[in-house]
């Protein structure tokens, strides 16, 4: 089993920037080195929606286009910890940030919400205009 706790959520003006964490754990001690690390969003009424993905195993990082040169997936081995850097923060990126996992996962299906096995709770990202 593995846990995943977001963290950073919180109120910005346009503009700005917030920093993201989660922490990954896992109760038999299993390492992350073959997991992809996943950001998700959900906007109120709206679907569940891919950000970014790291693949721990070789470093690719991926990203849907509405992200692409403002936010950045990072990661700390020590910390087992992946990181969303998000600047240039837009209205439109208000919604409930989710950390995801799934052991291995092929690069074509990496912003697939249903293909990730472990989900945090999520952290509110609110951006006013």
């Known amino acids: 089993q593995v846990q995943l706790v977001e963290s950073g959520g919180g109120l910005v003006q346009a503009g700005g920037s917030l920093r993201l964490s989660c922490a990954a754990s896992?109760?038999?001690?299993?390492?992350?080195?073959?997991?992809?690390m996943g950001w998700f969003r959900q906007a109120p009424g709206k679907e569940r929606e891919f950000v970014a993905a790291?693949?721990?195993?070789?470093?690719?990082?991926y990203y849907a286009d509405s992200v692409k040169g403002r936010f950045t997936i990072s990661r700390d081995n020590a910390k087992s910890t992946v990181y969303l850097q998000m600047n240039s923060l837009k209205p439109e990126d208000t919604a409930v940030y989710y950390c995801a996992a799934k052991f291995t996962l092929a690069p074509s299906i990496v912003a697939m919400t249903s293909k990730y096995d472990y989900w945090g709770q999520g952290t509110q990202v609110t951006v006013s205009p």
């Open positions: 896992a109760a038999s001690g299993r390492t992350f080195s073959s997991y992809v």
């Open positions: 790291f693949n721990w195993n070789d470093g690719n990082q």
